[in-house]
């Protein structure tokens, strides 16, 4: 049963890089909002007098805590309706429709097995959800890899604060990876974030690990495929399309 839809404010809004902003909101009843990481929200935005085309889901970028508050990150799409209002008409103290959480892209309970979440670009908001919140309730897990690809150093969304982390993390790793950058610095990697999860497995990583991919269509389709032929079973895939 889908949640009724409910007024949220826009806190603050951060300008994350170039083409991408945090934007930070909270219910305006006061309510807890509860959600499970890995889950989105549904905004209906101002922008079409038909309501299916108004509405837009995005990932949960935060994770849930004993308050009305959640995080989106949101990049802005050249020509797309939904972002351009959000980019250009939205600021600190607009009040939006939404509806959620909804989504089944979440993990199991407990967590048995390694774990490769595979992103680019805004793909990266479920799994910052879900890393934060196994880190903060210090939630027993196995190897977790975030594969994090972008195109340049600019790009790479909430990197410093993986990277540290990582350095406190027992089993944490993370490996950003830069398709059109030239310089390697440390602990990047050049290319796309395929290569990155094919290197891994290459070198040993478990075959029972499960694998969870957040992006856009064709890099989505590309993993699966890639995993596929790699031998691993399509019942430790899961996805999540963007657009």
């Given amino acids: 049963m889908l949640q009724p839809w409910q007024d949220a404010v826009v806190t603050k809004i951060v300008q994350e890089t170039p083409t991408t902003k945090r934007f ?24 079409h007098e038909q309501k299916n085309k108004r509405w837009r889901s995005y990932s949960i970028a935060s994770a849930p805590g004993n308050n009305s508050e959640f995080e989106l990150v949101i990049v802005h799409l050249e020509g797309g309706l939904g972002t351009t209002y959000l980019f250009n008409e939205v600021a600190v103290g607009t009040t939006l429709l939404m509806r959620g959480p909804q989504g089944v892209f979440i ?36 190897n977790i890899h975030l594969l994090f690809g972008c195109r340049q150093y600019t790009d790479a969304l909430y990197g410093e604060a993986f990277k540290a982390l990582a350095a406190v993390e027992p089993q944490f790793f993370y490996h950003p990876s ?27 990583a478990s075959k029972d690990a499960h694998f969870y991919i957040c992006g856009w269509k064709n890099m989505v389709d590309e993993a699966r495929t890639t995993l596929a032929d790699l031998g691993i079973p399509k019942t430790q895939i899961h996805f999540e399309l963007y657009g």
Avoid at 34 to 42: A, I, R
Avoid at 117 to 130: D, E, H, L, N, Q
């Fill in 24 to 47: 930070f909101m909270a219910l305006t009843s006061g309510q807890l909002f509860d959600f499970t990481p890995g889950q989105f929200v549904t905004l209906d935005l101002p922008i």
């Fill in 178 to 204: 830069f398709s059109r950058e030239t310089e390697i610095r440390e602990g990047a990697q050049l290319g796309y974030v395929h290569a990155t999860y094919k290197k891994l497995l290459a070198s040993g």
């Fill in 107 to 142: 993990l199991p309970k407990p967590i048995t097995t390694d774990l490769y979440f595979i992103c680019t670009g805004t793909g990266v908001a479920p799994f910052r959800s879900m890393i934060i919140d196994m880190h903060q309730k210090k939630t027993p897990h196995q």
